[in-house]
């Protein structure tokens, strides 16, 4: 269900849909909750380079087919307006950098 409503965009849902499961033991436990929960965070920090890592290993590789496809969609292309913080952490960083610097010393150094 994660996979489905980050495909339709809806970064809400697919985290509402893993809290629900989450309640169930058998899941909580094991390896797909860490990995979805991973994405997740990714996709709230905005991390496009963490979650293409994450949808490019073995365990969303090797899934359903239908769920394997939907998985590579997502991190070939993801929708519009999927990541909250609207960008790769890594572009965000590096422009930050680059205005931080402007502001501090407007007139430069010497």
Do not use: W
Not at 11 to 30: I, L, N, Q, T
Not at 80 to 104: Q, R, T
Request: charged fraction near 25%.
């Amino acid at each position: 269900m994660v996979l489905l409503h980050l495909y339709r965009g809806d970064c809400v849902a697919a985290d509402k849909a893993f809290k629900h499961a989450y309640v169930y033991p058998a899941f909580s436990g094991c390896e797909e909750a860490d990995a979805v929960e991973q994405l997740l965070e990714a996709m709230n920090q905005g991390d496009e380079t963490q979650a293409a890592t994450i949808l490019n290993s073995p365990l969303f590789k090797y899934l359903d087919n239908d769920f394997a496809k939907l998985a590579r969609d997502l991190r070939e292309n993801p929708p519009d307006g999927l990541f909250f913080s609207g960008g790769s952490s890594a572009k965000n960083s590096a422009a930050a950098a680059a205005n931080e610097s402007e502001e501090e010393y407007p007139e430069g150094l010497l």
